[in-house]
């Protein structure tokens, strides 16, 4: 069985992306830990799927490295509204699609050019500060700056939910830590019932931050929209940086625009098509 493929990133963070609009896709779970492997398989942080929508233009389904399945991707959703586009499964004057996830139904504005999605606006909804539905462990209103044991190291936490939940911190070293050792344990942290993503965070100023993150089912990447989005939201939480304005988010593999309001967060980026091949299952 032949499956057709592309391969997408966006800023860096890069998954293969597999259309169920025409082809069949068995155990994706099994298939994420196959294809992701850099050096046996294709390579990526994971397999999306873009799936017919009864309530959007398309539904993307999200498996990491790991075989576990993710709620929602920011950088991966930027792709799938470039692919959706791209591919001709909206037509040409579309340019505000929806994209149906397990974190519900999001919107994006394409910029596009010369007939291909350059980059995509995302209303990405409003942030969960509740500890309870992020989920995590904690008996307040919100856990923002608040202690918490890893490693023999207190760390000040603030845990913010994006469609997954996240755990940010705020160093004034995030190029020097090792994070192959420390990601694991705040992934697994019994305080957060379904694993954590985790956005290690040097402030730069009152609108620029630099992030480092380890993923749950992926390890350390090289960029996580939900978690630059966490990240804006916990700054301005922590009074880093203030409501209503653009924060720049500097990450491994690129920038990210966000903007946090009480209503919603807004998150801007790039999305790149790398190649499209077909793989043999």
Not at 152 to 180: I, S, Y
Not at 199 to 204: H, K, L, N, T, Y
């Amino acid at each position: 069985m032949k499956l057709r493929f592309t391969k997408m990133h966006g800023i860096s963070n890069d998954y293969i992306y597999i259309s169920t609009f025409d082809q069949m896709v068995n155990a994706p779970e099994k298939l994420a830990v196959t294809l992701s492997d850099r050096r046996t398989g294709i390579g990526g942080d994971g397999i999306i799927l873009v799936c017919p929508s009864e309530i959007a233009d398309a539904k993307m389904r999200i498996f990491n490295a790991d075989g576990s399945e993710a709620m929602m991707c920011g950088n991966g959703i930027r792709c799938v509204g470039k692919f959706v586009y791209d591919k001709g499964l909206v037509p040409p004057e579309k340019t505000t699609v929806t994209i149906d996830t397990l974190s519900g139904v999001k919107t994006l504005v394409l910029t596009v050019r010369d007939g291909k999605a350059q980059s995509a606006r995302v209303d990405m909804g409003a942030a969960v500060l509740e500890p309870q539905q992020i989920p995590v462990r904690f008996f307040g209103d919100r856990m923002v700056d608040t202690p918490l044991e890893v490693e023999g190291r207190t760390w000040n936490v603030t845990a913010v939910g994006m469609g997954n939940p996240h755990c940010v911190t705020f160093v004034d070293d995030v190029d020097g830590l090792n994070l192959e050792k420390i990601g694991p344990s705040f992934e697994n942290h019994p305080a957060f019932p379904n694993r954590v993503n985790t956005e290690f965070v040097r402030v730069i100023d009152d609108h620029t931050l630099q992030m480092r993150v380890w993923e749950r089912g992926s390890g350390e990447t090289w960029a996580c929209g939900t978690g630059a989005c966490a990240t804006a939201v916990a700054a301005c939480e922590n009074g880093y940086c203030d409501k209503g304005v653009d924060i720049t988010v500097h990450l491994r593999g690129g920038d990210l625009v966000i903007n946090y309001t009480d209503d919603t967060v807004i998150m801007t980026g790039p999305a790149t098509t790398v190649f499209e091949g077909e793989v043999e299952i």
